[in-house]
């Protein structure tokens, strides 16, 4: 996941042996921050990649280079989403159909481009999701349904890669410090954040394969 405090996104990961020796291939809408999030990328090779994963033909891109690039696929995390601050009853037909392709036909199309990859390196995806799907904030109905969604499509995607060795998590934070929490609001207090690196070393937990018998599972994390 990007360490900058922007919500770039999608991550792919070739060639896990150690962490600190990933190779990655960070992944969003806007070049200049896809290659912000590179920067920030420790050790192995980081190819930065601009694709709108919202997208099938642009994730088949993004995967297809992928492999070309590292020759596998160990790791998928899904980190893309967009929360407008909406009430329900005044969302536009617009706004709706963004976060519905974003949130939730984002996240199908790459587990299911990346599907064959991780069968055959038994691999990993990490949806993150938010702990709006369990405790939404009035003006998130839409979107805390949307994570909704990711948590049980993880789980029900665990149980079709569990018998190959492919483990499948949900990951649901609270309030990160994002540009994406700021623009919707300003004022949440700083100390109920948590910094966006906090997120990602949950993540690199995950990778554990002690943490193998916990596939199909919502891990929400606050401060």
Same mark, same amino acid.
């Given at each position: 996941?990007?360490?900058?405090?922007?919500?770039?996104?999608?991550?792919?990961?070739?060639?896990?042996?150690?962490?600190?020796?990933?190779?990655?291939?960070?992944?969003?809408?806007?070049? @200049?921050?896809?290659?912000?999030?590179?920067?920030?990328?420790?050790?192995?090779?980081?190819?930065?990649?601009?694709?709108?994963?919202?997208?099938?033909?642009?994730?088949?891109?993004?995967?297809?280079?992928?492999?070309?690039?590292?020759?596998?696929?160990?790791?998928?995390?899904?980190?893309?989403?967009?929360?407008?601050?909406?009430?329900?009853?005044?969302?536009?037909?617009?706004?709706?159909?963004?976060?519905?392709?974003?949130?939730?036909?984002?996240?199908?199309?790459?587990?299911?481009?990346?599907?064959?990859?991780?069968?055959?390196?038994?691999?990993?995806?990490?949806?993150?999701?938010?702990?709006?799907?369990?405790?939404?904030?009035?003006?998130?109905?839409?979107?805390?349904?949307?994570?909704?969604?990711?948590?049980?499509?993880?789980?029900?995607?665990?149980?079709? @890669?569990?018998?190959? @060795?492919?483990?499948?998590?949900?990951?649901?934070?609270?309030?990160?410090?994002?540009?994406?929490?700021?623009?919707?609001?300003?004022?949440?207090?700083?100390?109920?954040?948590?910094?966006?690196?906090?997120?990602?070393?949950?993540?690199?937990?995950?990778?554990?394969?002690?943490?193998?018998?916990?596939?199909?599972?919502?891990?929400?994390?606050?401060?």
């Amino acid at each position: 996941p990007p360490r900058a405090g922007h919500d770039a996104g999608l991550a792919l990961y070739g060639h896990r042996r150690l962490l600190d020796r990933a190779h990655e291939a960070p992944a969003a809408r806007t070049a @200049g921050e896809v290659e912000e999030t590179a920067g920030l990328c420790p050790g192995g090779r980081c190819v930065p990649h601009s694709a709108d994963v919202s997208r099938p033909g642009e994730v088949g891109q993004l995967v297809d280079r992928c492999l070309a690039e590292f020759g596998r696929l160990d790791v998928l995390v899904n980190n893309a989403g967009v929360a407008p601050w909406s009430k329900a009853a005044e969302m536009s037909d617009d706004e709706f159909a963004r976060v519905m392709a974003v949130n939730v036909h984002a996240v199908f199309y790459t587990c299911r481009r990346a599907w064959p990859a991780l069968l055959e390196s038994r691999g990993t995806i990490i949806n993150i999701s938010s702990l709006a799907a369990h405790d939404p904030f009035p003006g998130l109905a839409v979107y805390g349904a949307t994570k909704a969604w990711v948590n049980t499509f993880s789980r029900a995607l665990a149980e079709e @890669g569990r018998p190959h @060795g492919v483990k499948v998590f949900a990951l649901g934070p609270g309030a990160v410090e994002t540009v994406m929490l700021r623009t919707g609001l300003p004022d949440f207090p700083p100390e109920k954040t948590m910094d966006p690196d906090h997120v990602a070393g949950v993540v690199e937990w995950l990778l554990d394969d002690r943490c193998r018998f916990a596939t199909g599972q919502t891990i929400y994390i606050r401060r």
